[in-house]
């Protein structure tokens, strides 16, 4: 059975033109629009199986990112459906669900609920996560005077040590040191090798290639390829 469906989606957004009520007077006056609709995502369906790994590709603008925020659950279609099977954790924004109020510690145990794991799976994996972070000096320090580098540490290491049966990631690994970033790409292909799904997008094309064996390239909101990701890759750079 597969762990994702993406069925006929459809996903339009507002695009705004004024941006202050005078700006909004003189358009009016004008019979200019005021807003148009922008079809982030045209019809797109696929599948996505057990243990795959998935690249979605695209230029800024394509849906990729639209995409994989209606497979988290953020979003929802305006039409068709998005099915997943299995818990889901989303590595979409840095540090979305943290709270800067709140230390390094307390939010481990806030984001862990979040992605819906309970405190005995947290309390088994805490030292796991404050290890991998490699914050531990910090971790009772609220999270509000973190760098953008340790906040995203402490996010990506509790992400990846849910108990996860798919994992979505977008462009989190472009933040981050050169060494942390191996560190994260190994533990990724580590989740990959004990059967977990992976959804991937990012620019790194080189990366997502070797990350991952399948290629979805979106063009315009609607699917130019589906296939294998070296061959996905070499279109979006054709």
Excluded: W
């Excluded at 840095?94 to 230390?103: E, K, M, N, R």
């Excluded at 510690?105 to 972070?133: C, H, P, W």
């Amino acid at each position: 059975m597969p762990r994702i469906v993406v069925d006929a989606v459809h996903k339009d957004f507002k695009l705004r033109h004024t941006h202050s009520i005078k700006e909004t007077f003189v358009a009016a006056v004008k019979r200019k629009p005021l807003t148009t609709d922008f079809h982030a995502l045209d019809g797109v369906s696929f599948e996505i199986g057990e243990g795959e790994s998935v690249a979605l590709l695209g230029f800024n603008g394509s849906g990729k990112s639209t995409m994989l925020k209606l497979i988290s659950g953020v979003l929802t279609p305006d039409q068709g459906r998005v099915l997943t099977r299995g818990r889901v954790a989303g590595l979409i924004e840095v540090g979305a669900g943290f709270h800067p109020d709140l230390s390094g510690r307390e939010n481990i145990y806030l984001n862990a609920a979040i992605l819906g794991m309970t405190k005995k799976e947290t309390d088994d994996r805490y030292e796991q996560i404050v290890e991998f972070s490699e914050i531990e000096q910090f971790i009772d320090t609220e999270v509000k005077h973190y760098s953008s580098g340790m906040f995203l540490r402490l996010a990506f290491s509790v992400a990846i040590h849910t108990e996860v049966d798919i994992l979505l990631i977008d462009e989190i690994l472009s933040v981050g040191d050169e060494p942390f970033q191996k560190k994260c790409l190994a533990r990724i292909r580590q989740l990959h090798d004990q059967g977990k799904t992976l959804v991937v997008v990012s620019h790194d094309l080189d990366m997502v290639a070797s990350l991952c064996e399948r290629g979805i390239l979106l063009r315009g909101g609607k699917i130019a390829f589906d296939g294998a990701s070296d061959e996905a890759v070499g279109k979006m750079r054709a």
